[in-house]
């Protein structure tokens, strides 16, 4: 009887096995092995395994490009292992095309296939270069054409490497004449090369360094081609380069992993908390220990420089241990921290739905890491702690878990109210999954202190992404385009939840005039939430009222800061509390609300805050893809980054904990100090091996299959719409004939309609908004499929229909028919979307960044095996000599990426976020201070006045904020001065000069948007 794993298992293997006769299917779709006749040129419809000739390609005006674009040869680059004479033989086949009549393209035949080998001695007196024709396949060739027209050589080419080692080019040319009378068609075409009895040494990675780590080995490079490298040692050329990897297991040790299901450490978390510790620190004990060190030194060959990094690399190791160990005398011995982490194991436990029932060790392992800083906050305030896991491991669950600890640690310890963690992204449209996924831990967190009998308010969740995505604010007499509570179907524009997160139940969106605001409801009667409106705010105004306990949104609202003075909620304690209990915390009086309040029209009055000022500070500030903050996007932050903490100071006298996660470490630790003015520390800390640590491993389960192409002779639209063609056709076979497409593939045709599901909906993934607009524009007219649905994911998709198609994606149509079968998408969908459902993507060019690439292709394959196929543009020199290494380049991608590009010191940032900084003083520090609104010229002229306020002073603020203290600020630091003397002596100027205080800005109006900078143009050759 089989078990459920059994099952698991089962249909894991046929995904495999699926994606490898994809694969197949694929390859041979391109190249044309399945067809011998046709009743089209060959030319335009084969894109693989073809050769032009070497006339047409050397009268070409693109030179190289050309090469690469439409190759005459494909060749292998080897390193011999014995010195010279080299002895070895190649073997060539290919086939022919010969068209049938001269009237039409209409009859083509294929010829069968023609084999010949070359017997090659080769010595160090030979001339470099030298040509052998292959005289079997040409007589083959001629045979079967009835002209001799086609001709194909091996060419051989020795240099010397960098290092002096001689190196051998073995190619295959196409020396057929680019015209013939005799032949419509002189290219050939399924060509294949094989280098035998040739014994080679490795060639290593010239682009990555040496690590203690890696393995930087390759066999041998291809030209035009992949390389396979057989158990005998010979060399086979390849249309497409595959490169596998593996999915990980998450348990690294021989010992039994402990229990970390939600349910056990709901109930006693120490037991096993301490069996994960003793593990880590046994573990460590070995794999790091020095005699394990010199040991694989003395195998690998190490120089100084690795030895020394896997010294660090301990270190590090030991450090982790250290922190993993505080933790758990955190939680033996603080009765509040541990009741809370108790409670938030049945908060995650709730959010998981059934999905999920226990923690990865790494995610445990975290969390215990960050204990302390929840305990007490002043604990590691200066580190930025970065959590750096293989997308798709759990990142998010793991910080949620982190933020619902820290959330009822609050309410346990007298923080009844107000915002525990700010989370931000850095895109402008926050996936709903990823609102979903907060929506989902913050219920299971209320219901958890509900059950619990916690006092204090309930937890809630605020998504602050500005205007664009929900509204800042809801007017009484909105404006044209503004949302008007009057408009029945305003609220339904902003519904971010996909369903009840207390109960999964149907969610609908409604404007409550009574309490002013956008609400979101649960419709089934059964659900836990007792309170009407679910507790989840979507509008500024509603965020600045409530102060809900986390807030997710997006990095660019930072920018508020000087515009808004309600956002002081956000560092600190608001003004007081509104007489009405329904409208929430007020703020400074204004014109239109002179009680403070942020509702239109209200009439009451400001009391008490209820909770002691100094508590209402975030405790933590937490920034998704880390590596995203960079160029000016980055430095802009870093300025802004300054600012909160520094008003924070101000306001509340704390200074929040960093918490960040990344696709990438390259050069992070640079990253921390410009952004955040900390150090930079990573969890996990990386193991001895690349594909090894405490924490995880690689196993022989396939986790998702690369393959690149480089089309030959087509555009890579044309190669774009064949392949969804075969995509879709192959795998709706599954459907017309699930037996005998089930025997082809070679698994059990009970699978099939899983299968159909999990490889039915093709992600077409693309640099450009115009790329993919002429993707869709193409699979309508070029794609003969129906029926063919066909959707977008991008930062243009408007939040209906962005609802609409994670919901179909999650759960598609019964009939196939009628499901989304390709989704074009950009780097919208490269983070925080998770489909299981989503097998395979076709890139269109590689990414201009490789943590893109990484990211992006994370989509696919999360939980059953999957396919991304890469469309190289071989005009390009990135894509050309990616394709040229794109094993190693899939294998140890993180290597690839460059280190984030960023400073805090740019005078062109300065000068734009400098008005931004002062006025975000003059609100939350100086009107405090004042005790009277500084909105006007007038007013803030005459607090100047009476306080004695001076812009030296004000000078030196900016300075100790930015850090700009060191040597290489003089510049800034003489920018910021001359910026406030200007400022001061426009505040001074006659009355009536300047009406807002943000006209004295010497350089304009404060930013609206961290990304209100200059346009950057990406540079492509």
């Not at 080995?217 to 081609?225: D, S």
């Not at 694989?296 to 450090?319: I, L």
């Not at 002429?774 to 029926?787: G, H, K, N, Y």
Request: aromatic residues 8%.
């Amino acid at each position: 009887m089989s078990t459920d794993a059994d099952s698991d298992r089962r249909l894991s293997d046929a995904c495999a096995a699926f994606t490898q006769w994809l694969d197949r299917r694929l390859t041979a779709a391109g190249r044309g092995d399945d067809r011998n006749n046709l009743d089209v040129n060959p030319s335009g419809l084969f894109w693989l395994g073809r050769l032009a000739p070497l006339e047409k390609v050397t009268n070409s005006p693109l030179g190289d490009r050309g090469e690469r674009m439409e190759p005459c040869a494909i060749g292998i680059r080897v390193r011999p292992l014995d010195a010279a004479p080299w002895v070895f033989d190649v073997e060539v086949r290919c086939v022919a095309w010969r068209r049938e009549g001269r009237a039409s393209d209409r009859d083509w035949r294929k010829t069968g296939h023609a084999i010949g080998s070359v017997h090659i001695v080769h010595t160090e007196d030979d001339p470099p270069e030298s040509t052998i024709l292959v005289e079997d396949v040409n007589r083959a060739l001629a045979a079967e054409l009835g002209a001799d027209v086609l001709s194909v050589c091996v060419r051989l080419e020795r240099t010397r490497g960098r290092d002096g080692h001689p190196e051998l080019l073995v190619q295959v040319v196409n020396t057929s004449p680019e015209e013939s009378d005799d032949l419509a068609d002189t290219n050939v075409y399924e060509v294949e090369m094989v280098v035998r009895e040739l014994q080679t040494a490795p060639f290593f990675l010239e682009s990555l360094p040496d690590s203690f780590r890696y393995d930087r080995r390759v066999p041998a490079y291809g030209l035009n081609c992949g390389v396979v490298q057989h158990a005998d040692g010979s060399l086979r050329s390849a249309d497409t380069i595959v490169s596998d990897r593996f999915r990980p297991q998450y348990w690294n040790v021989d010992t039994p992993q402990p229990d970390l299901k939600f349910e056990t450490l709901a109930q006693d978390p120490v037991t096993s908390i301490r069996q994960l510790v003793e593990a880590h620190s046994a573990w460590g004990a070995r794999a790091w220990s020095a005699a394990e060190l010199d040991r694989r030194a003395a195998e690998g060959s190490w120089n100084e420089g690795m030895r020394r990094e896997a010294d660090r690399g301990a270190e590090d190791f030991r450090a982790e241990a250290e922190r993993l160990a505080d933790g758990l005398r955190c939680v033996e011995q603080d009765e509040d921290l541990r009741r809370a982490f108790q409670l938030a194991n049945r908060a995650i436990g709730h959010a998981a739905r059934d999905k999920y029932d226990a923690w990865r060790p790494f995610q445990i392992g975290f969390l215990v890491a960050s204990l302390p800083g929840v305990a007490d906050r002043t604990v590691d305030v200066d580190v930025a702690d970065i959590l750096w896991f293989a997308t798709g491991g759990g990142k998010t669950e793991t910080y949620l878990g982190l933020l619902v600890t820290a959330a009822l640690h609050d309410r346990l310890t007298g923080k009844s109210r107000g915002i525990t963690a700010w989370s931000r992204f850095p895109l402008r449209l926050l996936s709903l999954q990823q609102t979903q996924r907060f929506a989902d831990a913050m219920a299971g967190a209320e219901i958890a202190r509900r059950e619990a009998g916690i006092g204090g308010a309930p937890i809630s969740m605020g998504f602050l992404a500005g205007a664009a995505n929900t509204p800042n604010k809801i007017k009484l007499d909105p404006g044209p385009g503004e949302p008007d509570p009057d408009d029945e179907s305003m609220p339904s524009r902003y519904r971010l939840l996909m369903r009840c997160p207390f109960c999964s139940g149907d969610v609908e969106t409604d404007f409550d005039r009574t309490t002013w605001r956008l609400v979101h409801i649960c419709r089934n009667d059964g659900c836990p939430w007792p309170q009407g409106p679910l507790p989840v705010f979507v509008v500024d105004d509603e965020i600045y009222r409530y102060l809900p306990t986390v807030i997710v949104g997006t990095l660019d609202k930072a920018a508020s800061m000087g515009l808004q003075q309600a956002m002081r909620g956000l560092v600190g304690a608001p003004h007081g509390i509104c007489s009405d209990v329904q409208h929430g915390y007020v703020y400074a009086p204004r014109s239109k609300r002179p009680n403070g309040c942020l509702v239109p029209g209200c009439r009451g009055s400001k009391i008490d805050l209820p909770m002691e000022a100094s508590r209402y500070g975030p405790r933590f500030r937490l920034q998704d893809e880390l590596h995203l903050l960079r160029d000016s996007l980055g430095a802009v932050d870093a300025h802004y980054e300054s600012l909160l903490d520094h008003l924070q100071e101000e306001v509340s006298g704390t200074r929040p904990k960093i918490i960040a996660s990344s696709a990438t470490l390259t050069g992070f630790e640079r990253q921390c100090d410009v952004l955040y003015k900390r150090r930079g520390r990573v969890f996990p800390a990386l193991g001895p091996l690349s594909t090894e640590s405490f924490w995880s491993a690689d196993t022989s389960d396939s986790l998702r299959k690369f393959v690149a192409i480089s089309p030959r002779g087509v555009t890579l639209e044309y190669a774009a719409d064949r392949l969804i063609f075969e995509l879709q056709s192959t795998v709706r076979r599954l459907e017309s004939d699930p037996v005998g497409t089930c025997g082809e593939v070679g698994v059990d045709p009970e699978f099939a309609p899983q299968l159909l599901s999990l490889f039915g909906t093709n992600v077409v993934y693309g640099n450009t908004i115009r790329d993919l607009d002429a993707v869709e524009r193409s699979l309508e007219t070029q794609v003969p499929i129906e029926p063919l649905h066909v959707t977008s994911l991008t930062g243009q998709t408007p939040f209906p229909q962005v609802r609409e198609t994670l919901t179909r994606l999650e759960e598609p149509e019964h009939a196939f028919g009628d499901r989304l079968h390709v989704i074009t998408a950009s780097a919208m969908m490269s983070h925080g979307v998770d489909i299981d459902r989503l097998n395979v993507m076709l890139m269109l060019g590689l990414p201009l960044t490789t943590a893109e690439f990484i990211q992006a292709t994370a989509r696919i394959g999360r939980r059953r095996p999957g396919l991304v196929i890469v469309l190289h543009r071989a005009q390009r020199e990135r894509d050309a000599g990616v394709f040229r290494s794109f094993g190693p380049f899939t294998q140890q991608g993180d290597r690839f990426v460059d280190a984030v590009p960023i400073t805090r010191r740019s005078r062109r940032v300065l000068e734009r976020t400098l008005p931004g900084l002062i006025l975000a003083r003059v609100l939350h520090v100086h009107e405090a201070r004042a005790g009277t609104a500084l909105t006007m010229v007038r007013s803030l002229r005459k607090y100047v006045g009476q306080s004695g306020l001076t812009s030296e002073d004000e000078y030196e603020a900016v300075v100790r904020m930015l850090g700009m203290d060191g040597s290489l600020d003089v510049h800034a630091r003489r920018d910021i001065e001359m910026w406030m003397q200007q400022f001061f002596r426009n505040l001074n100027l006659p009355q009536g000069t300047f009406r807002w205080p943000s006209d004295l800005s010497p350089t304009g109006q404060p930013m609206r948007s961290l990304r209100d900078v200059e346009r950057q143009a990406p540079v492509q050759d």
